[in-house]
């Protein structure tokens, strides 16, 4: 089986004709039916129905055609990470991050890093901090912005700066005004929180524990600004880290006196892995950034 067999049979089986297939990569149609009959012969099933009037893709064609469109894209990939081997300043960063870094600081970092580096591309990936962690573990990210995993298996962490964690309420509720809130003025208070699965959740269980407290909880989502809004439509109350656009939700964020809540934000990447020049580019300037003027205005 030859690369531009692969070629060849992606580019029929998105036309399905054979004539604009055959002018869309340069070839004859006569060789093009040619190719596909071999592929054919050599995957022992037929990859498309053919009559008169027009040709399908059968069942085997489409699942053939997902993992071709998939190999050919690593393989593209590829090509792109040798080609700039020798410019890391225009090279791919595949860069994944939690989801509360997601409406401030990630694209701070990124505008700061492409008005130096212009020609830098990212791949990005927000998830929880499992799937994160996994997806470094596998390769399908060189870096990502986020707090210590659950499993850190091969992976390094590197601090970058602290944020505090927020008692957060609807603007009307009866505490709002206040200047600190002890979490044990809010126990049996409906809670809305995150799913176990992310390092926010984790940590929330820790401090309610440290407080000898259990979080009456309600609603477990998947980001904090969803959270947030569940806040400000009365629902329930959470602990959060600073939302941008905080009156617009209609909530209003105050310390917590006891616990202490903070979390630590770092870069982390796997050690079982060889970053690309381009990924070292930006991890170097990550943390560049932050050892000369810390977290700055990330949590404004």
Excluded at 112 to 141: C, H, I, V, W
Excluded at 158 to 177: Q, V
Aim: hydrophobic content about 40%.
């Amino acid at each position: 089986m030859e690369l531009n067999q692969l070629i060849y049979f992606r580019s029929l089986a998105k036309t399905l004709q054979f004539t604009e297939a055959a002018r869309e990569i340069s070839i004859s149609q006569s060789a093009l039916s040619r190719s596909i009959g071999k592929l054919e012969e050599e995957l022992g099933h037929p990859l498309f129905n053919r009559d008169k009037k027009k040709i399908t893709l059968t069942d085997t064609g489409q699942r053939f055609l997902m993992r071709v469109e998939g190999g050919l894209e690593e393989i593209e990939e590829g090509r792109e990470e040798i080609r700039n081997l020798d410019d890391p300043d225009s090279g791919i960063i595949r860069l994944s991050f939690i989801h509360s870094l997601g409406g401030h600081v990630l694209p701070m970092l990124i505008s700061e890093f492409k008005e130096k580096y212009p020609r830098a591309r990212f791949n990005l990936d927000q998830n929880s901090s499992a799937a994160l962690a996994k997806g470094l573990m596998e390769g399908k990210s060189d870096l990502c912005l986020g707090t210590t995993m659950v499993n850190m298996e091969d992976l390094v962490w590197s601090y970058l700066y602290s944020e505090e964690l927020f008692l957060t309420l609807p603007a009307n509720d009866a505490l709002a005004g206040r200047s600190a809130i002890s979490l044990k003025e809010i126990e049996n208070r409906p809670f809305i929180t995150l799913k176990p699965n992310y390092s926010l959740r984790v940590q929330t269980n820790q401090i309610f524990s440290l407080a000898a407290l259990q979080p009456k909880i309600i609603f477990e989502g998947d980001d904090t600004n969803t959270a947030a809004s569940l806040v400000g439509a009365r629902l329930g109350i959470s602990l959060l880290p600073r939302i941008i656009g905080a009156d617009a939700l209609r909530i209003v964020q105050v310390p917590v006196s006891f616990p202490t809540c903070k979390r630590e934000i770092g870069i982390i990447w796997s050690t079982s892995r060889r970053l690309s020049p381009a990924a070292l580019h930006f991890l170097q300037f990550i943390m560049d950034r932050f050892k000369k003027s810390g977290p700055r205005e990330l949590g404004s």
